[in-house]
């Protein structure tokens, strides 16, 4: 596969005094287009007011910081006013309506990941804005909008034009907004900071899994999700995707060296990364990381709402389960290094902590 592999930044879109919408593109990051992902991040300031919109993709939302309520409209036209917080995964299945909005001083900032089969471009997010200067019926005429809407054409006029901000606004101190709803959080929201651990390993890291079991919309949104923290200077084992799903991660915190090899036994990516970056893994590709001394901390989706995982190194590890004549065979060593090979990594698994 001869596609770039190098993990990127996010570039902002458009943004004001409420806050900045910002995106990956896939002519930055090609791997966005072939695996059909989109990638953007969304940064309240205080008072900031992100409006009403529908996307063209399902999404998973995660909280990177702050706190904040998220107003999410189904299809079946229910708004769900959401108590949000720093950790937090959401599911967002396609057709919904979302908004967001930031009351507290410190800066809200949301990440977004979703599956971009359904969207009128493979690799982005195509956003329809009920308002704004860029809303849907400002393109209508005063008339085709009053008539819709069934109000004289200077109230259409009003309505359509009073808003001229775009996308994000910032509003008035004092300004009354939906009250959240703690139920509201019910079957939608996961905190993955506060979720019990599906892999704790001491000096080595830890795993929370977003899956149909502790979320059950994912499934509706078709993609699973986990939050990994990397202990400082450990290593995650080398590993891949034996169902053949492609694994898109951000770096939430930290820093640290990733290694990525294709199929055929080639490198096709050894870089640094650090907070902020976005990579993608493609199918079958093997990957392992190795956490720079203050750790490393990253959320990532998966192209299937329950993901299985093969590791090639530790206790879990295919080497565990072959006998001994047929890693000598294989290998082509002698049963002394087979057994030194074999005696090793039969305790940890996933993750190791730094040699001693």
């Given at each position: 596969m001869d596609v770039d592999l190098t993990p990127k930044l996010a570039k902002q879109v458009y943004g004001g005094d409420g806050g900045s919408y910002h995106a990956w593109c896939p002519n930055d990051l090609p791997m966005l287009k072939e695996g059909n992902i989109g990638a953007a991040k969304l940064a309240l300031s205080k008072n900031g007011f992100a409006l009403p919109k529908y996307s063209d993709s399902a999404k998973v939302a995660y909280v990177l910081q702050g706190c904040g309520v998220a107003g999410i409209v189904l299809p079946e036209k229910e708004e769900k006013v959401v108590p949000i917080k720093k950790g937090d995964a959401i599911a967002l299945p396609f057709g919904v309506v979302t908004w967001w909005y930031n009351k507290d001083d410190t800066e809200l900032v949301v990440?977004?990941?979703?599956?971009?089969?359904?969207?009128?471009?493979?690799?982005?997010?195509?956003?329809?804005?009920?308002?704004?200067?860029?809303?849907?019926?400002?393109?209508?005429?005063?008339?085709?909008?009053?008539?819709?809407?069934?109000?004289?054409?200077?109230?259409?006029?009003?309505?359509?034009?009073?808003?001229?901000?775009?996308?994000?606004?910032?509003?008035?101190?004092?300004?009354q907004m939906p009250e959240p709803k703690q139920g509201h959080r019910d079957g939608m929201v996961l905190n993955c900071e506060e979720a019990p651990l599906d892999v704790d390993i001491k000096g080595g890291g830890k795993v929370v899994v977003l899956n149909t079991k502790n979320l059950p919309l994912v499934g509706e949104v078709g993609l699973g999700a986990d939050l990994v923290r990397l202990n400082g200077s450990a290593m995650c084992s080398p590993g891949f995707s034996c169902d053949s799903a492609l694994q898109v991660t951000y770096i939430v915190r930290g820093s640290g060296r990733v290694q990525v090899v294709g199929p055929d036994g080639k490198r096709v990516l050894e870089t640094h990364i650090k907070a902020g970056c976005l990579f993608i893994v493609p199918r079958f590709f093997v990957v392992s990381k190795i956490g720079d001394p203050d750790g490393m901390e990253w959320f990532s989706i998966i192209s299937t709402p329950n993901p299985m995982f093969t590791h090639l190194a530790g206790r879990t590890s295919t080497w565990k389960a072959l006998s001994p004549q047929v890693l000598q065979a294989a290998f082509k060593v002698s049963p002394d290094v087979e057994k030194q090979f074999s005696s090793k990594r039969t305790a940890e698994e996933i993750f190791f902590p730094p040699p001693n």
């Open positions: 990440l977004f990941l979703g599956d971009t089969k359904t969207a009128h471009k493979a690799g982005s997010f195509t956003d329809m804005y009920l308002t704004g200067s860029n809303g849907i019926f400002t393109g209508f005429s005063t008339e085709f909008v009053a008539r819709a809407w069934n109000v004289e054409e200077s109230v259409a006029k009003t309505l359509v034009s009073s808003q001229t901000a775009k996308g994000i606004v910032k509003l008035d101190a004092g300004s």
